[in-house]
């Protein structure tokens, strides 16, 4: 366990060389990447967004694509197409930017429905299907989706059923003034991430995610997991909770913090930690509890602190 703490910690410190001061939004991200899992990050332009998926590419020296979202992007702009040689007589498929590794959904909101849900099938099953054949998409893959919460007009919000597929949803937020002089002086000559390394290599991602998948989860520790989603489902305030597919996300993503501990079994507090930003994109609050200026938020730190921890019996509980 050691030595994947040492490795995980190794990216996480070189991708802050780049974006400063947003270690726990770093950590979620490689959780995410732990996870075989999809990230999108909600905020306003400027605040590092692209720059963070870029600097995750580059430190795990995964193969990196960028799509800008767009009203008149097609779905074959992201899929690719199928082309007909006529010196040969065959049918050559000509890959689009979601045949890479680390993916950057820029603006995903931008674009029509249609052409998100070329998403779909690529985030689910790791292919994408074109003219009716199958293509295979690359280990590891992960697709880092942007949007701007402020700028409606013009945009297409994610439905649900894709937004339930993002295993972790992040906000960066404004850096502090002090954390602000700090990037004006790494960038002043010339831009960290031209200079950053990879630290890792694609193959040892999949070995991590591999070690990810069998981080012991107690079935105390499951049952918890389990009874906060159901409180999701039955809360006065939520319209429609989280789907099993959030206890799934809730649950690896708990293994994944555990590994960047250092530990080979998940916690409550690992699971605490981890509900918000696994579940908070997967509800949908009631109109009337918005108007009272209720949030995601609110409501999961209340069902923390109503749903029953597990008793002793499960491992590194107190």
Do not use: W
Request: glycine letters at 6%.
């Amino acid at each position: 366990m050691n030595n994947t703490k040492l490795m995980t910690k190794k990216i996480i410190d070189n991708i802050t060389n780049v974006i400063l001061g947003k270690e726990h939004e770093i950590q979620l991200s490689i959780i995410a990447l732990l996870c075989n899992g999809h990230l999108l990050i909600e905020d306003v332009p400027g605040v590092g967004k692209t720059i963070l998926a870029r600097s995750i590419a580059k430190s795990t020296g995964c193969k990196f694509s960028r799509i800008q979202f767009t009203p008149d992007l097609l779905p074959s702009d992201v899929t690719g197409v199928t082309i007909y040689k006529q010196q040969t007589g065959d049918f050559e498929f000509h890959a689009g930017p979601i045949v890479s590794e680390i993916v950057l959904a820029d603006e995903v909101n931008r674009a029509t429905p249609k052409t998100q849900s070329a998403l779909l099938e690529a985030m689910e099953e790791n292919q994408i299907t074109v003219d009716g054949n199958t293509h295979y998409l690359p280990t590891p893959f992960m697709v880092i989706a942007t949007q701007n919460p402020i700028e409606y007009e013009g945009t297409f919000p994610l439905p649900e059923a894709q937004l339930d597929r993002f295993l972790i949803h992040i906000n960066l937020g404004y850096p502090t003034p002090a954390q602000e002089i700090n990037i004006m002086d790494s960038q002043q000559s010339q831009h960290p991430l031209e200079s950053l390394t990879a630290v890792t290599t694609p193959e040892e991602i999949q070995e991590l995610q591999k070690f990810t998948r069998n981080i012991y989860v107690d079935p105390l520790v499951k049952q918890y997991i389990v009874d906060l989603v159901n409180a999701t489902r039955s809360h006065e305030n939520i319209y429609l909770g989280a789907s099993p597919r959030g206890s799934l996300a809730l649950m690896r993503s708990a293994q994944a913090y555990a590994l960047l501990e250092g530990r080979d079994f998940v916690q409550p507090d690992d699971v605490k930690i981890l509900a918000f930003p696994t579940l908070g994109h997967r509800i949908i609050i009631d109109p009337s509890a918005h108007i009272r200026g209720i949030d995601n938020a609110q409501i999961i730190d209340e069902l923390i602190g109503r749903v029953r921890v597990p008793g002793d019996r499960a491992r590194g509980s107190n």
